[in-house]
Each structure stands twice: as C-alpha cells, then as structure tokens.
C-alpha cells in the first residue's frame, strides 16, 4: 500500500536519513524527501505541499528547534516530529514548546516508528 503523504527528513548525517527513509518507505510512504541541514529543509518546504517533517536537533547552522519554530511560522499544519539521540527533558521540553508533535529518541526501533505514524494518521483521519 503506497501512502501519498510528503515527507520531508532533516538530518545531517547521511545515514541516519537514509535509514529513516527505508523505515518510512517500509510503512508505505512513497513520497519522502530530504535536507541536511534547517536552512535546506525551509527552502524545501517552501515548495509546499508536506504533511510530516522528521527533524533532528543537533545540525550545523540553524538547530532543530529553531528550524522547527521556523517551519510552524510557514505552515502550522505540518506534523512534526522531532528525531534525536540527545533526549533529555529539557530536550524534549522545549520541542513540545516550540510546536512538534512528538519525539523519537535515537536510536530508534521501526515499532517506534510505526507508534509516531499512527500517532500521524489519527491527527490526519480522526476515527
């Protein structure tokens, strides 16, 4: 089953991106983009269209929550999640402050994964 969604994952290291877009794909999802850094993942998402952004905090330029406060200001829609091994309440804190819709903490297992996604589709299609 193919799910038509736009995703957008931002992470500056190459694996850890592309293993999230395996996992992703594995799920169903067909449409999946990504950024290395917060300014790539605005310019990408001016392009409009995304429904999920996979964020990690700790990048080089612009931090993740940063980037996230940014992309709530372009499109308050967008469920976002914030992916990152530095997990501390503070952390995760201040994500839920600055707008993302849940958190993930590397390393990540697919039930983990697949918990956010339906965590995604019941704000999408609420039964």
């Known amino acids: 089953m193919k799910n038509s969604d736009k995703i957008l994952v931002v992470d500056d290291i190459a694996l850890m991106r592309d293993l999230l877009i395996k996992e992703l794909a594995t799920l169903g999802f067909s449409d999946i983009h990504h950024a290395s850094c917060g300014d790539e993942a605005l ?3 001016q392009q409009g269209g995304f429904s999920m952004v996979m964020l990690d905090i700790n990048m080089p ?9 940014m992309i709530r200001e372009l499109d308050s829609d967008i469920f976002t999640v914030i992916v990152s ?10 994500a839920i402050a600055s707008g993302a819709n849940g958190f993930i903490v590397k390393p990540y297992t697919m039930k983990k994964i697949s918990d956010i996604i339906e965590k ?5 299609c609420p039964a």
Do not use: D, F, M
């Open 43 to 45: 310019k990408v998402i």
């Open 61 to 69: 330029g612009i931090s993740g929550l940063k980037t996230l406060q």
């Open 120 to 124: 995604y589709r019941s704000t999408r």
């Open 85 to 94: 091994a530095h997990s501390s309440a503070e952390n995760v804190k201040q």
